[in-house]
């Protein structure tokens, strides 16, 4: 019994923690917000990959997308909310900065991203897909697997939205702060056009 647990480890750590629209996201939102603003957002972002997670292991993700029309539909809609994201990090007023309305990520906005996330289905159909922790039983096999992984998840997120909001504190120039968000912002969305890219190449 989990005598792959290692390797699980080394990989949901690599599939998950590299950077991509969840982690940039979370790093930007910290960066710009603060990790106290940010808290919410993050806690969506992670139910939103619980439940790419469980859609992936189901089935039921592989399903809805080999339906006609929807990849397309799906595409158009994370598109536009990785678009507005990436505006209102960019735009976000320094941190500290008072008589200023601070439009933050919101949880309900964490978890419609995660869903939409093309980085998170494929990573997850490579982790539940290319390891066994419990031989024989598929159902714990796969309980086991979500079980690792959302530790693996909180650790990831904690650490991005912290990092992100440290960067900022050691730049306090209001000029400085602004290209730290624009930066992130940029990041973002090069990072979904990869994500994007990569899953259609994937994909055939």
Same mark, same amino acid.
């Given at each position: 019994?989990l005598?792959?647990?290692? @390797?699980?480890?080394?990989?949901?750590?690599?599939?998950?923690?590299? !950077?991509?629209?969840?982690?940039?996201?979370?790093?930007?939102?910290g960066?710009?917000?603060?990790?106290?603003?940010?808290?919410?957002?993050?806690?969506?972002?992670?139910l939103?990959?619980?439940?790419v997670?469980?859609?992936?292991?189901?089935?039921?993700?592989?399903v809805?997308? @080999?339906l !006609?029309?929807?990849?397309?539909?799906?595409?158009?809609?994370?598109?536009a909310?990785f678009?507005?994201?990436?505006?209102?990090?960019?735009?976000?007023?320094?941190?500290?900065?008072?008589?200023?309305?601070?439009?933050?990520?919101?949880?309900?906005?964490g978890?419609?991203?995660?869903?939409?996330n !093309?980085?998170a289905y494929?990573? #997850?159909? @490579?982790?539940?897909?290319?390891?066994v922790?419990?031989?024989?039983?598929?159902? #714990?096999d796969?309980?086991?697997?979500?079980?690792?992984l959302?530790?693996?998840?909180?650790?990831?997120?904690?650490s991005?939205?912290?990092?992100?909001?440290?960067?900022t504190?050691?730049f306090?120039?209001?000029?400085?702060n602004?290209?730290?968000?624009?930066?992130? @912002?940029?990041?973002?969305?090069a990072s979904?056009?990869?994500?994007?890219?990569?899953?259609?190449?994937l994909?055939?």
């Amino acid at each position: 019994m989990l005598h792959q647990l290692p @390797a699980f480890l080394l990989a949901a750590f690599a599939l998950a923690g590299s !950077p991509g629209p969840n982690t940039l996201s979370l790093a930007a939102t910290g960066a710009a917000f603060g990790v106290r603003a940010g808290f919410l957002y993050m806690v969506g972002l992670t139910l939103g990959v619980v439940l790419v997670m469980l859609l992936t292991a189901s089935g039921i993700a592989g399903v809805l997308l @080999a339906l !006609p029309g929807a990849a397309p539909v799906i595409g158009v809609l994370a598109a536009a909310y990785f678009a507005w994201l990436a505006w209102h990090i960019a735009t976000a007023p320094p941190i500290g900065a008072t008589n200023v309305q601070r439009r933050k990520p919101s949880f309900f906005g964490g978890v419609f991203q995660s869903l939409v996330n !093309p980085k998170a289905y494929a990573a #997850m159909a @490579a982790l539940f897909s290319g390891f066994v922790l419990i031989t024989g039983h598929l159902v #714990m096999d796969a309980g086991a697997k979500l079980a690792v992984l959302i530790g693996v998840i909180i650790i990831v997120n904690v650490s991005w939205l912290s990092g992100g909001a440290a960067l900022t504190r050691l730049f306090r120039d209001p000029r400085l702060n602004r290209v730290i968000n624009i930066g992130f @912002a940029v990041l973002l969305i090069a990072s979904v056009i990869f994500a994007l890219v990569s899953d259609k190449l994937l994909g055939g």
